[in-house]
């Protein structure tokens, strides 16, 4: 999906501009942002390696909470009763102090009132919006909602109620009633950055919602041109993530002419190779490219860049 580029042919149609791209589209699991994956989807989205992000709401809130707290290491054994009592929420083998959600929730209170107050003058919200809105107010660069808001990179989230965000936006709404946040909006702007991609390609880290949604905007293309699975779940399990990219094909979601890969592997031990064997490449070559493109430029022409 990287290397995609138009034929000549739609080039010459004039249907596909000549610098055309594959559209990517990365799905993940709020797990993958709890874990040390973030910094590597982060990357991603900082140097503009990616085009749509679907999550879930912890993988929003755990970016954001990452700014104000940090999540510390513990085991996959430690006993839940006694984590409770110290105030401690498991998540695999990693630890979340009850006080970072507080952390949080005394920092995007203001943000929900500032957003209810421009409901009341004429705005509108969808999820979309509303981690843009957050992303940009982080102003902290380790964050990937950060650089989505800064590079202009949607994030759709439309399970957005389901996790701390949602908490947060339901403690809100007795403090100050009516935020409205509109789903049909952000269904549509997937949708259309599916219909409108010149190819379309898919990276899912692991299932469930963020799978479907992804796989869903790319049918109302007649399916996506690349897709690669990356998660452990199995079909006789009965998930989305156990389905196969050829059950994808059945559906319209994945063309069948693609050749869809799904890997069978844990993703925080899988993603990370991928993307340094693929995406940070394409990085170099990207800015090795840039370089070459500076120094042919006339100095004139340099300055009015």
């Given at each position: 999906m990287l290397?995609?580029?138009?034929s000549a042919e739609a080039v010459a149609s004039g249907s596909v501009p000549?610098?055309?791209?594959?559209?990517?589209?990365?799905?993940?699991?709020?797990?993958?942002?709890?874990s040390g994956v973030r910094e590597v989807i982060r990357f991603l989205v900082q140097n503009k390696l990616v085009?749509?992000?679907?999550?879930?709401?912890?993988?929003?809130?755990?970016?954001?909470?990452?700014c104000l707290a940090p999540t510390v290491v513990g085991d996959f054994r430690l006993d839940g009763a006694a984590l409770r009592a110290k105030g401690l929420n498991r998540i695999g083998n990693l630890l979340v102090p009850n006080d970072n959600y507080c952390k949080f929730e005394d920092w995007v209170f203001p943000h929900l009132s500032a957003m209810r107050a421009e409901q009341a003058?004429?705005?509108t919200w969808t999820p979309s919006k509303v981690i843009a809105r957050l992303g940009a107010e982080t102003r902290d660069e380790s964050s990937i909602c950060y650089w989505a808001a800064k590079n202009d990179i949607p994030i759709y989230c439309p399970a957005l109620t389901d996790g701390s965000l949602g908490d947060m936006i339901f403690f809100h709404s007795y403090k100050e009633p009516g935020l409205v946040i509109d789903l049909v909006e952000d269904i549509r702007g997937i949708n259309s950055s599916a219909i409108k991609a010149a190819a379309s390609g898919a990276i899912v880290l692991g299932g469930g919602v963020v799978k479907h949604h992804v796989c869903n905007a790319n049918l109302m293309r007649n399916g996506a041109d690349y897709a690669v699975y990356v998660n452990t779940g199995m079909e006789f399990d009965g998930s989305d993530s156990g389905a196969s990219p050829d059950e994808a094909v059945s559906w319209g979601k994945i063309k069948s002419s693609a050749a869809p890969v799904k890997v069978h592997g844990e993703a925080t031990l899988v993603f990370p190779l991928l993307v340094a064997q693929t995406f940070a490449k394409e990085r170099l070559r990207r800015v090795a490219e840039g370089?070459?493109?500076?120094?042919?430029?006339?100095?004139?022409e340099a300055d009015r860049t």
């Open positions: 290397k995609w580029r138009p000549p610098d055309a791209r594959c559209t990517i589209f990365l799905g993940f699991t709020s797990n993958l942002v709890s085009d749509v992000l679907v999550t879930t709401a912890g993988g929003v809130e755990e970016d954001l909470i990452k003058a004429g705005a370089g070459k493109a500076a120094a042919s430029t006339p100095p004139a």
